[in-house]
């Protein structure tokens, strides 16, 4: 216990680095989740998300821009979820399992097209990465520095909980969204097109899961690899069960499971004589025990999972 309180400084700074990716990527998983349509190929959208950010911060220069493309290209893949689920009736299950394949698969490919036949994109300089908020205001180490000093996307993601859950509950649009993913039938016969409140829903997902992975090859890795993402996206489907399917609700399970990502770095790091493997699994092993204790207590939306065909 005194190494954790004497750490907390790193402990936080874990947390506030480990976090954002599984935030973005679970705050889209509700959308798309509260709209009736489930998602389980979060992982696949992050991974793209990861290569195209890294590649194209790498090409410009600029983080943000890389930001901005990684979430471009995992809308891509929510695009090709939202056609199979939506306009097509296919399975979810399957159609998310496909995308999960489909994200590292093309990934890997264009990776190994356009850096000599290598499945790593070229590390990133500091400049190409997403800028520090407080970079320089505090001494290096200090508890300031390790809580304040971290990436500006860090507090962008905590916003975008906010935004997202006023969207939900405070717009005319979450009320449409909620109500597709409780009651189509219900809704088209009060004149909203449930189709096109899905497929922005998918795509909205598709969106955040890619910020998500752009943020981990623009902040936490510095560059693409094959394992980069290593079932971050699963880990967010797990937060957002966790949470009931709510924003709020998802943000408190990634402070947990960012959580125990930063005790997992103190641990490491202070020599305390535990495998590296054992502690590497701690995340994993939450993940499980939140799936066990919380799956059965999260109330799913009504018609989440079932195709919606328009009655003429």
Avoid at 15 to 26: D, E, Q, R, T
Avoid at 168 to 191: D, I, N, Q, S, V
Wanted: proline share 4%; net charge positive; charged share 10%.
């Amino acid at each position: 216990m005194d190494l954790i309180i004497k750490n907390s400084g790193l402990i936080i700074n874990g947390l506030l680095i480990s976090m954002p990716p599984l935030l973005l990527a679970a705050l889209g998983s509700v959308f798309s989740e509260k709209s009736g349509v489930v998602n389980i190929g979060i992982e696949g959208m992050m991974t793209i998300g990861a290569f195209i950010g890294a590649t194209v911060a790498y090409v410009t220069g600029n983080g943000w821009i890389g930001f901005l493309a990684g979430g471009l290209a995992g809308m891509v893949l929510g695009l090709m979820h939202a056609f199979a689920c939506v306009t097509c009736g296919a399975d979810q299950t399957i159609a998310g399992t496909a995308i999960n394949f489909i994200g590292p698969g093309v990934a890997l490919f264009l990776c190994k097209a356009w850096n000599d036949n290598s499945s790593d994109t070229p590390a990133l300089d500091t400049a190409s990465k997403l800028p520090k908020l407080f970079d320089g205001k505090f001494k290096a180490g200090s508890f300031a520095y390790n809580v304040f000093g971290t990436y500006s996307a860090v507090y962008l993601s905590i916003a975008f909980v906010v935004v997202i859950w006023f969207v939900f509950y405070k717009t005319r649009f979450g009320m449409r969204l909620r109500a597709a993913g409780e009651h189509p039938e219900a809704c088209e016969t009060l004149g909203v097109n449930v189709t096109r409140v899905r497929y922005a829903c998918v795509l909205l997902s598709g969106f955040m899961a890619g910020l998500g992975g752009a943020f981990v090859t623009l902040a936490t890795v510095s560059q693409f690899r094959p394992t980069v993402i290593v079932g971050q996206g699963f880990i967010a489907i797990a937060a957002v069960i966790f949470g009931k399917f709510t924003p709020q609700g998802a943000f408190l399970g990634c402070l947990l499971f960012g959580l125990c990502n930063g005790v997992k770095v103190v641990l490491s790091a202070s020599g305390s004589g535990v495998s590296p493997n054992l502690l590497s699994m701690i995340p994993y092993v939450v993940t499980i025990l939140v799936l066990i204790f919380f799956v059965g207590s999260a109330r799913v939306p009504a018609a989440n999972g079932k195709p919606y065909i328009k009655s003429k």
